[in-house]
């Protein structure tokens, strides 16, 4: 893929990243989506529940062809602003962060539903376990308003940059999810510059992943997906051992939860083999991801066809220290070779959607086949004497 290809994909994560967000106030990268597609001519619908779908019919594609729906969520763990009292900001914490992360004296930016830019500064006082799911993990806390102003309904983001880019790695306050989003919104973007025949993808915009997989959940028992998409989730998933930094898009074989769908990620699988023989400087990993959960295991539950794809996270929900160092709260990172072989995959899975149905087929087609030679192969080399001659000798 050619290098203004690669400045075109960091502009769509630099555009959408630098937007605030926190669970059931998506309300700022919601509208980022909106206007992307309204420029591309894109439909773009909601469902009741705020998910926002986004479609890519394609030229030559057939009419009952299943989508491909890429899915990310729009939300990020943060703190939602309960009560002020002078200077002091009662907060509620939506998400999974470990309370022991959140120190006395970390800063943060409060925003409002309707700006972009902060409207205030703080710091943490105390926090408390008190309103988490689990021991252990944050719930609620106490700031200080140190400059600017908070009020009731106002929520929070850690006081780093919404995008930058050092030492090779993208680093952001809310890399989870907003990069996923990202990489379905610049896989849109190519097939409306490119407009290869037969492509028929979607981007599927959730909310409120980090306290439960809501949207999903609550989206995927409606009408908006078709009962026979198949559907990839986009995580930035923390990176692990075994899935390091800079080895290249995760074929996420499954999560902290489940395993996803066997047909449809072999048939991934071998898409990026594909791209791997094609593209020599394309790299990808092929792994179980199981540091935290994501929406296919919601699809897969509720019986759809359901697999992802991640890149690996640093400061997995701006935890800092996870693997060793100083304990606290510190921006989220991902490699950008990372990021730029998520998208490459998926522009290349989206030009030959049909390609994925067919190597779905061929994962099965190889059952029938083989099983009569084995039948073949066992019956003419047995075991154990047939039970007539058994029979005989006992007599």
């Not at 959408?16 to 309204?38: G, K, M, Q, Y």
């Not at 997989?213 to 995927?220: C, D, E, H, N, P």
């Amino acid at each position: 893929m050619s290098r203004a290809a690669e400045k075109r994909w960091l502009a769509i994560a630099c555009g959408i990243l630098s937007r605030p967000t926190a669970t059931c106030l998506e309300h700022s990268p919601a509208n980022w989506v909106r206007d992307f597609a309204a420029q591309r001519k894109l439909p773009c619908e909601a469902d009741r529940y705020g998910n926002l779908l986004v479609k890519y019919p394609g030229r030559g594609s057939k009419p009952k062809t299943p989508p491909i729906v890429l899915v990310a969520h729009l939300d990020h763990p943060g703190f939602v602003v309960s009560d002020v009292q002078g200077d002091r900001a009662q907060l509620e914490f939506r998400g999974g962060v470990r309370r022991v992360h959140a120190k006395r004296g970390t800063k943060l930016e409060f925003f409002t539903v309707g700006r972009d830019k902060p409207i205030g500064q703080g710091e943490l006082v105390s926090s408390s376990e008190k309103g988490a799911r689990r021991a252990g993990m944050l719930g609620s806390a106490v700031a200080r308003i140190t400059s600017g102003r908070a009020a009731a309904g106002d929520f929070t983001m850690w006081a780093f940059p919404g995008y930058s880019e050092r030492d090779g790695r993208i680093v952001s306050r809310c890399c989870d999810d907003l990069l996923g989003a990202a990489a379905a919104l610049a896989t849109l973007d190519e097939m409306v510059r490119e407009r290869p025949r037969g492509a028929h993808v979607w981007g599927w915009f959730t909310r409120a992943e980090e306290v439960g997989l809501y949207g999903a959940l609550a989206g995927i028992t409606g009408r908006t997906i078709p009962k026979d998409a198949r559907l990839l989730s986009l995580e930035t998933s923390r990176a692990l051992p075994h899935a390091p930094q800079g080895g290249g898009v995760i074929v996420r074989v499954g999560d902290a939860m489940s395993l996803f769908d066997p047909p449809l990620m072999g048939a991934l699988h071998s898409i990026a083999k594909e791209l791997a023989a094609a593209e020599p400087t394309f790299r990808y990993q092929r792994r179980l991801m199981d540091g935290g959960s994501c929406e296919a295991t919601a699809f897969c539950a509720a019986g759809r066809r359901a697999g992802g794809l991640a890149v690996p996270l640093g400061n997995y929900h701006n935890m800092a220290g996870l693997d060793g160092g100083a304990v606290g709260i510190g921006p989220e990172t991902v490699a950008i070779p990372d990021y730029l072989s998520e998208v490459r995959l998926l522009v290349h899975l989206a030009s030959r959607s049909a390609r994925l149905l067919e190597l779905e087929s061929q994962t099965a087609e190889w059952i029938g086949p083989s099983t009569e030679k084995a039948r073949e192969m066992l019956l003419a080399s047995p075991l154990d004497p047939p039970r007539r001659n058994r029979a005989r000798s006992r007599r």
